[in-house]
């Protein structure tokens, strides 16, 4: 989420501000045929846009819960991969032995885990529609560039290296059958939660009833001024006005909070969920090296725990 605190109001009303226009124009019109031109019979009972006006909070109140929903659900899925994207470092950095202090099993740990960040980006920048390879030579070597980049699902294919990588560490007798087992069951969960986004990013919010509730708004706005203009005179113009851009905002808030994925300033932090992602994961992997670089007779002893 790009926005937190001290909204511009211009970007609040920038929303709107077409709308806004017509609603003025549009009460300005009413208030000089009735005031100057004196057409009364255009005055209507206020009971009538009042009963429009409470269905339409109903229908308002709905439509936000359902969008809320959907932004919560996508950033449930994203807090689930910060702490899988941890759990599956933290097994490779536990689970793989290197007794012998093999270059080739140390270099494993960290393209493993240099993966998991590129997977985190590469899902990302999919659900925004932009390039899921792009920036991931940071992370990723040629040949596992080469390979996704024949592929049309980056992210499932960075997974698919990761259940191999796994393979070969079993079979070289780096890890064991159940730590090969729990390990997998991580990636699993990730799997799973990519799954999710891409369901929340490809089921599409019902267009009727969005249309359906936009005619609705409108068509209350069209009335409002002929239920107010007999009590209230040219104070009707700024009274209308607030009412309308009020039901306009909450419309445009839903709208915006229904599609989680869209590079918007309401959208899931992704990016910043990465940035996160990779910091915590490049430094358990930097304190992995200080601790097996670090002499055992440097280690000092709390309890039954060893401490730098």
């Not at 549009?26 to 006006?53: D, K, M, W």
């Not at 809320?68 to 991969?81: C, M, S, V």
Request: aromatic share 12%; net charge neutral; glycine share 4%.
């Amino acid at each position: 989420m790009l926005l937190r605190n001290n909204i511009p109001l211009t970007y609040i009303f920038g929303k709107i501000k077409k709308e806004l226009f017509f609603v003025i124009a549009y009460s300005i019109g009413i208030v000089i045929l009735y005031q100057n031109f004196h057409v009364t019979r255009i005055s209507i009972p206020v009971a009538v846009p009042a009963l429009l006006g409470t269905i339409i909070s109903l229908l308002l109140a709905f439509r936000s819960n359902q969008a809320y929903d959907r932004w919560w659900e996508a950033r449930t899925l994203w807090g689930a991969i910060v702490n899988d994207s941890r759990s599956i470092s933290r097994q490779i950095l536990s689970f793989v032995e290197n007794p012998y202090g093999l270059e080739e099993v140390d270099e494993f740990k960290e393209k493993f885990i240099k993966r998991q960040i590129a997977w985190c980006y590469a899902l990302s920048q999919a659900l925004r529609g932009f390039s899921p390879t792009k920036g991931l030579e940071r992370y990723l070597d040629a040949d596992e560039l080469a390979f996704l980049k024949q592929r049309k699902n980056v992210t499932t294919s960075i997974l698919e290296l990761h259940g191999m990588d796994l393979k070969r560490a079993l079979n070289e007798g780096w890890i064991n059958k159940y730590q090969q087992i729990e390990i997998d069951k991580t990636i699993t969960a990730l799997c799973n939660h990519m799954g999710g986004s891409e369901r929340i990013k490809n089921t599409v919010f019902p267009v009727t009833y969005s249309k359906y509730i936009n005619m609705s708004i409108h068509l209350f706005i069209v009335l409002l001024p002929f239920g107010l203009i007999e009590y209230f005179g040219y104070m009707e113009i700024p009274l209308v006005v607030a009412i309308a851009a009020f039901f306009l905002l909450v419309e445009k808030m839903a709208v915006h909070l229904q599609d989680p994925f869209e590079n918007k300033p309401t959208d899931t932090p992704t990016t910043t969920i990465c940035r996160n992602i990779e910091r915590d994961l490049c430094q358990m992997l930097d304190d992995n090296k200080l601790y097996e670089d670090k002499p055992q007779t440097e280690l000092a002893q709390v309890g039954s725990y060893y401490i730098l």
